[in-house]
């Protein structure tokens, strides 16, 4: 049986997908595809993420973006944004207004009855060496994600979500590799950056069985 795996976030989901004429862009969505068509999986994957936009702009979209689609699995990935938005265009989104959105689109998701959600946490690497704009609110920033990191895991948690913890990946990463590769401007990754979160996601996916395999194991 066929899967439809959709996607939803900012820019790191997006990677240019609208100059993509598959749609898939060029990061952690289209290795994805990848992987799963070297499986021979039968899977479509469809990327929802838009550059720039904050977890009010998801919910703003959800109908249409996520519900309507009715995905076999939803990936959310979102956050940075509520951030970086907060201190350098004076947008703020409260830790408050951040649980009250996330909550509502996971909530509706599960209402929907979509089967498998993977909510991946938002990273953001300090004094990143080309961190653009944002490198005078570099400490402003990681101590605003922080507290809207926590907010990710209990709703993932609250809402019976697979829960990525990339923080900690992209920091160990980072020590071991560099801020260069891993993420130069301390938000977007790299292609390794990419490569990093398209593998911890598989390693999410693949541990838990399809319902296809668990009914193979029930007949076994």
């Known amino acids: 049986m066929s899967a439809r795996i959709v996607f939803i976030g900012d820019s790191i989901t997006d990677a240019e997908r609208t100059g993509d004429l598959r749609g898939r862009g060029h990061g952690y969505v289209d290795l994805l595809f990848e992987e799963f068509t070297a499986r021979g999986a039968d899977v479509e994957i469809v990327n929802r993420g838009i550059a720039g936009n904050r977890v009010a702009h998801l919910r703003e979209r959800w109908q249409a973006d996520v519900l309507d689609l009715r995905p076999d699995v939803l990936t959310v990935y979102i956050g ?7 201190f350098f265009q004076g947008t703020t989104t409260s830790v408050a207004d951040f649980e009250c959105d996330l909550d509502d689109i996971l909530a509706r998701a599960r209402a ?63 020590a071991e590799r560099g801020g260069v590769i891993v993420a130069p401007d301390g938000v977007h990754p790299s292609g390794f950056g990419h490569r990093l979160i398209s593998r911890l996601w598989l390693e ?13 194991g029930r007949r076994s």
């Open 80 to 86: 940075v944004n509520d951030t970086l938005c907060t």
């Open 204 to 216: 999410v996916f693949d541990a838990k069985p399809t319902s296809g395999e668990r009914e193979r």
């Open 112 to 174: 929907a009855g979509i089967g498998r959600i993977i909510v991946i946490e938002p990273f953001f690497v300090e004094d990143a060496p080309w961190a653009g704009n944002w490198k005078g609110g570099s400490e402003f920033a990681r101590a605003d994600l922080d507290r809207k990191r926590p907010v990710v895991r209990m709703l993932a948690e609250r809402y019976g979500a697979d829960f990525l913890p990339l923080q900690d990946h992209v920091t160990a990463a980072v």
